[in-house]
């Protein structure tokens, strides 16, 4: 039981069946730093934090928290529980209905993407369902300013947005294991689930033309990777891997070892990989689409186009510019700027914020 006079706060995480993509990984990282305040949250401003999350994850996070079911019927209507005088969902995706009685609304939203991949109907349904979901927000959250531009232009959006970055993991102190038959330092390295916006192709088509260089592409057990595993063997790419859930041990390995991170993807909403990577202080290479150049800043180097010979013009000179003293002191600064411990104090000062002008 709460003490009277209790606060309470609502937090959905949605199924959250995947732990180790963009979203598991802001969930679960936003989700133990809002854990870790949850007793000073409770002591100095008497405010209880709910963890709404599917009953195979209840007790994840600790015991600060209390936790809530995330059942079917919440996708209708969600009745019960206590009072919440704020409620936040942590994702634009999550189908799940804040409580009728939530005092106050808040909703992340991590890309518009659909914006730039869909077409027709598909288009306007998935335009349709957005409105709706952040129609119900009293305020928004998004992890860039080009997404928060998105939902302002094709959201309808016309309430408080604030921006709050991602924290990225700096993985440099963790353990790291090698992945057998690769060699350090000679190899160019692409972590994501692989899906058709990531652009892998583009980095297929300049293995094809640049057969000299080794590239490594990792990313989770699922369609999308084997697909790519299927198209190197399709086209005899001997000097491609690709990798399928690799450890975090093997993925610190992978980033202090590669001699540069490529991240050509073609619609983000912030893109974790890159920042990841530059705590390694290793040149990074994005695409100059949607977010990544106000994620990446002055620290990365940018493909213009896609075709192969431009890719490696592009590649080639950014890692003779990375050899310059300070350069990979200055990407590591740069990451430090993204963590999730500056991204937990955001996200509460905001809570603390609206519970004030609610009172």
């Known amino acids: 039981m709460s003490p009277p006079g209790t606060v309470h706060v609502g937090i959905c995480f949605g199924p959250l069946r995947v732990l180790n993509d963009g979203l598991g990984e802001f969930s679960v990282q936003l989700g133990r730093q809002l854990a870790a305040r949850a007793p000073r949250l409770a002591a100095e401003h008497g405010v209880r934090l709910h963890f709404q999350l599917r009953p195979a994850l209840h007790g994840y996070f600790g015991p600060e928290v209390a936790y809530l079911p995330l059942r079917p019927v919440h996708q209708l209507l969600h009745l019960g529980g206590p009072r919440f005088a704020l409620w936040h969902t942590l994702n634009q995706l999550v189908r799940h209905r804040p409580p009728v009685s939530a005092r106050l609304r808040l909703l992340t939203v991590h890309d518009l993407n659909f914006v730039y991949a869909k077409r027709g109907l598909s288009l306007a349904r998935h335009a349709f369902t957005c409105r709706r979901r952040v129609g119900r927000a009293d305020r928004v959250v998004t992890i860039?300013?080009?997404?928060?531009?998105?939902?302002?232009?094709?959201?309808?959006?016309?309430?408080?947005?604030?921006?709050?970055?991602?924290?990225?993991?700096?993985?440099?102190?963790?353990?790291?294991?090698?992945?057998?038959?690769?060699?350090?330092?000679?190899?160019?390295?692409?972590?994501?689930?692989?899906?058709?916006?990531?652009?892998?192709?583009?980095?297929?088509?300049?293995?094809?033309?640049w057969p000299a260089q080794r590239f490594v592409l990792a990313g989770p057990s699922a369609p999308p990777v084997e697909a790519t595993r299927a198209a190197v063997a399709a086209r005899r790419l001997g000097n491609v891997t690709v990798l399928a859930d690799i450890s975090d041990a093997q993925k610190a390995w992978l980033y202090a070892s590669c001699a540069g991170f490529l991240f050509p993807s073609l619609t983000e909403g912030f893109g974790l990989p890159p920042i990841e990577a530059m705590h390694f202080g290793v040149p990074v290479f994005l695409s100059d689409r949607t977010c990544l150049p106000e994620v990446g800043g002055d620290a990365a180097y940018y493909f213009r186009r896609f075709d192969p010979e431009e890719m490696r013009r592009v590649i080639e000179a950014g890692l003779a510019d990375a050899r310059r003293p300070g350069r990979a002191d200055a990407v590591r600064r740069h990451a430090a700027g993204f963590s999730w411990d500056d991204c937990a104090d955001r996200y509460l000062a905001l809570y603390l914020a609206l519970l004030s002008e609610a009172r």
Do not use: C, Q, Y
């Open 144 to 209: 860039t300013r080009h997404v928060a531009e998105d939902v302002r232009r094709h959201a309808g959006f016309s309430g408080p947005i604030d921006v709050i970055h991602n924290g990225a993991r700096r993985l440099v102190d963790d353990r790291r294991e090698a992945v057998p038959g690769l060699e350090p330092g000679g190899f160019l390295f692409h972590l994501s689930r692989m899906a058709p916006s990531k652009n892998v192709g583009a980095i297929l088509d300049l293995a094809a033309a």
